[in-house]
């Protein structure tokens, strides 16, 4: 390490290892959003060997790497140290920066950047939850809860009942919902009811769509399908009322046009389209 990054290190390990991380670190909850530690290693192979603990002059106190956990204690002088094997680890809330060298640690400590970052990220998703918590949890009806399962099987993906189906409909914000126990209970009872009469099926903690469940899929598209079709005949049946309607009353004189073509022709035409639509 050079005179230039020895000078940094000197005056930025400190910082890092007066708040030196705890050997359990929470990383949810409110307990995780308290967090505010750095874990600083000097890497070999790059990976974590040394956990350095304490800086007394330029002595680093570090503890050894034995495959399993770092407890052998050893002392290592800071100009000893390649610049790029020094690793720091900000767990800063809930989230975790990284650094690679005293050089990125420094200016990131001063410029502040990453921090930047993260507020400003918190304050995005703080106004999303906000917009997320005034909106009424819908639940959606069975066939389409069974429509979702389906696709997720399709996918590869297990299920494992009302607080996955939650985070399927809502995202992981559901958490924060003020209505996220009623919703839950909501659900659950739809759940619970597929169960009991068959669409779904109970395998130890998780849930499986069941051949009657499939059918039951099945036979609302079918019925989707012919409403559809129904529609699609209706409105057909409409424009072809309205051009014949029309060109008889062209024909009629009811309406007078510059006979430019024969409309009797036209109107067989038009009639042999309309009634070859799908």
């Given amino acids: 390490m050079n005179s230039i990054k020895r000078w940094l290190a000197l005056i930025f390990l400190p910082k890092a290892l007066k708040?030196?991380?705890?050997?359990r670190i929470p990383r949810s909850g409110p307990e995780g959003m308290k967090v505010n530690?750095?874990?600083?290693?000097?890497?070999?192979?790059?990976?974590p060997y040394f956990l350095i603990e304490s800086i007394q002059g330029e002595k680093l106190l570090c503890l050894e790497w034995n495959n399993t956990e770092f407890d052998k204690y050893k002392e290592i002088d800071i100009s000893d140290i390649d610049e790029k094997q020094l690793s720091i680890t900000h767990y800063y809330g809930s989230n975790e920066i990284s650094y690679k060298g005293i050089i990125d640690f420094a200016f990131s400590r001063i410029l502040l950047l990453p921090y930047i970052k993260v507020h400003t990220v918190r304050l995005i998703e703080s106004v999303d939850q906000y917009f997320f918590n005034k909106k009424k949890?819908?639940?959606k009806p069975s066939i389409d809860l069974l429509k979702i399962l389906m696709e997720r099987e399709q996918k590869g993906k297990e299920f494992y009942g009302t607080i996955d189906?939650?985070?399927?409909?809502?995202?992981?914000?559901?958490?924060q919902h003020p209505d996220r126990e009623l919703h839950k209970k909501k659900l659950n009872f739809y759940i619970e009811s597929l169960v009991d009469s068959g669409?779904?099926?109970?395998?130890?903690?998780?849930f499986m769509l069941s051949g009657k469940g499939r059918q039951a899929i099945e036979n609302y598209e079918e019925q989707e399908r012919k409403h559809s079709d129904n529609i699609k005949a209706q409105r057909r049946i409409f424009w072809l009322s309205v051009?014949?309607?029309l060109l008889t009353a062209v024909q009629a004189g009811l309406i007078k046009l510059p006979t430019l073509v024969d409309f009797s022709s036209l109107l067989r035409s038009l009639i042999a389209f309309l009634?070859?639509?799908?």
């Fill in 19 to 23: 708040r030196s991380c705890p050997k």
């Fill in 37 to 47: 530690c750095y874990a600083t290693y000097i890497d070999k192979a790059g990976e």
């Fill in 199 to 206: 669409e779904l099926k109970r395998k130890a903690d998780k």
């Fill in 275 to 278: 009634t070859t639509q799908r």
């Fill in 243 to 245: 051009v014949i309607a």
């Fill in 165 to 175: 189906l939650m985070t399927i409909l809502y995202s992981i914000k559901w958490l």
């Fill in 137 to 139: 949890l819908v639940t």
